[in-house]
């Protein structure tokens, strides 16, 4: 096999992208869009490619409302609850996460009401749609149910938000999280940590005067084939992952001209 076959790499800076197409059902209170969530250890971005919107959200500095439109770039740390809503049903966002592997991998909690984050079982119970029993149309069924009872405790933080603070749904979605740290600790030391770190040796290498690393420069690319794809069912819309699961990109020979 060709040597550069062999090769692999991250998106760079070890981030993850994702293009969405935001749901355009209609939510319980009428709101079309997503479902209300959070990060524990990840950045999240948006940049906005087509349509309208906003992005309602929830923090310990009260309750916010930021419009989308196209070339929109929001970007948000963890801990900051936020929700899509889709205005014109033609919303169309590339999300970009921090340190890929680790959201592909469960590092959100949705904002179900408090006797839905009790335990591991019953979040993952009207959390998941991974059932194998489960047909695409009752996938669709389960990701709305999913957005709905959602934005229900999305609007029930929003209240007690308004008399004190949102200290209890932090309490209980860490405690959600807490056996997931071991797993997502070795997929960020493997690899956005170490694609990182890659950097200081490229800058000690220059500190000495040394060029031979600039050799290994490589092109790579995710072909896609948008009339034909299968989309996945997410969290605020229907994804195209770039690189599922957080995985590295195989290289292909350059072409000789």
């Not at 090769?7 to 969405?20: K, S």
């Not at 989309?231 to 020979?253: D, I, N, Q, W």
Request: hydrophobic share 35%; with cysteine; proline share 5%.
């Amino acid at each position: 096999m060709d040597e550069m076959m062999r090769e692999v790499e991250a998106f760079p800076g070890a981030i993850g992208v994702t293009h969405l197409r935001v749901y355009d059902s209609l939510a319980p209170d009428g709101l079309a869009g997503g479902s209300p969530h959070m990060h524990f250890a990840c950045s999240e971005a948006y940049l906005v490619i087509k349509g309208q919107g906003f992005v309602q959200t929830l923090s310990s500095t009260g309750f916010r409302e930021i419009t989308l439109r196209a070339g929109s770039m929001i970007w948000f740390t963890p801990g900051l609850i936020h929700r899509l809503v889709n205005t014109d049903a033609q919303l169309e966002i590339f999300a970009v996460m921090e340190n890929a592997g680790l959201p592909e991998h469960g590092d959100s909690v949705l904002t179900f009401p408090s006797k839905y984050l009790q335990d591991e079982d019953s979040y993952r119970q009207s959390a998941s749609l991974d059932s194998a029993e489960l047909t695409p149309g009752d996938q669709q069924d389960a990701a709305r149910k999913r957005r709905d009872l959602a934005v229900q405790g999305f609007q029930i933080l929003r209240a007690e938000l308004e008399k004190g603070s949102l200290e209890n749904f932090y309490q209980q979605a860490a405690c959600l999280a807490q056996s997931k740290e071991p797993g997502w600790r070795k997929i960020w030391e493997a690899g956005p940590m170490k694609t990182i770190q890659r950097t200081g040796t490229f800058l000690n290498k220059l500190n000495l005067g040394t060029s031979d690393y600039l050799n290994e420069g490589r092109v790579f690319e995710i072909p896609i084939d948008p009339e034909h794809e299968l989309r996945k069912l997410g969290m605020c819309g229907t994804l195209r992952p770039y690189l599922p699961e957080g995985a590295l990109v195989t290289g292909s020979a350059e072409r000789q001209k």
